[in-house]
């Protein structure tokens, strides 16, 4: 069947603004569709958006740029691919023979808006967003300032015990991002910008980090007792810096509280202890968490 030509008035499409989201079928032909860049972003990530509020045009493209549209069958070919998908995921396992015909008998019998429909919402989903330069630029910052974030909380220098000044951290991260040869070897961590969670990343960034500079990522579980006068103070203030695990309120109405502490906050935590309670308190390391406790997500 002959290509579409796409007849509405092109000028309407503003691709500065907008952008793609491309999508290769199982015979290797290539599709695209038109989507407002950060709504996709937000889908993608998971977040509650329907896709009317991503998609720009509900139209199928073989070339955005010459304004070719995809065929009926391309578009019966891709929606076929999305049901076939999805029922076996749903199934947990492969589709017999009688339900791939039954499949492509539902999906033959699809006027063209709905398989329009379809198409356009199977390639945003299982399609690949192509983010505009600005768009990937601010993805990425955001990602390095979680990481950076992370690291003043946690980070800490194995020789003082003591934590890192934030700028230090950033541009030791900024030049890991943007390549850094480190002896013979160039070290270039490449991360995917539509990611929510930094925890997979975190080891290759910490790699990379101690051949730059010394840095142990540690957690303190610590008990911190406090006098009647404080303890509600001191005890926000806790809550604030970490998390409290347990505490225990004496009829004299002073307070023993057990918390975690991430280890580059720990030393901050103590002095706004101290200048709250005027020094009348006590604080004790119980035990420290591991690296890879933290990675695991074991402690926030």
């Known amino acids: 069947m002959a290509e579409r030509g796409f007849r509405r008035d092109r000028k309407k499409l503003d691709l500065g603004k907008y952008t ?30 329907s896709p009317d509020e991503v998609i720009v045009i509900e139209e199928v493209f073989k070339d955005v740029q010459k304004g070719i549209l995809a065929s009926i069958q391309d578009l019966r070919q891709i929606v076929f691919e999305g049901a076939l998908s999805k029922f076996q995921e749903k199934k947990g396992r492969g589709a017999t023979k009688k339900e791939v015909e039954q499949i492509r008998k539902q999906v033959e019998e699809l006027e063209e808006d709905e398989l329009k429909k379809y198409a356009t919402r199977w390639i945003l989903e299982g399609g690949e967003l192509k983010l505009p330069d600005e768009v990937r630029d601010k993805l990425l910052e955001e990602k390095i300032n979680k990481i950076v974030n992370f690291l003043a909380k946690f980070a800490i220098n194995p020789a003082t015990n003591a934590p890192y000044p934030r700028s230090k951290i950033s541009e030791a991260i900024k030049k890991i991002f943007a390549g850094i040869k480190l002896g013979d070897k160039k070290v270039h961590i490449v991360v995917d910008p539509l990611a929510k969670d ?27 007792w406090v006098p009647p006068a404080y303890s509600g103070k001191v005890y ?12 225990d309120w004496l009829d004299d109405g002073s307070v023993n509280i057990i918390a975690e502490v991430p280890a580059g906050l720990f030393l901050q935590l103590s002095n706004e202890i101290r200048k709250a309670t005027k020094g009348s308190y006590r604080i004790e390391i119980i035990a420290r968490r591991t690296e890879e406790e933290i990675l695991r997500g074991k402690v926030s």
Do not use: Q
């Open 236 to 247: 926000s203030l806790i809550a604030h810096y970490g998390n409290i695990l347990k505490a």
């Open 198 to 224: 930094i925890r997979p990343i975190l080891p290759k960034v910490l790699d990379a980090l101690k051949m730059i500079m010394p840095i142990r990522i540690e957690a303190i579980e610590c008990r911190i």
């Open 20 to 49: 793609l989201v491309t999508y290769k079928d199982t015979r290797g032909e290539r599709f695209e569709i038109i989507v407002d860049p950060w709504a996709a972003v937000r889908y993608k990530r998971g977040e509650k958006i």
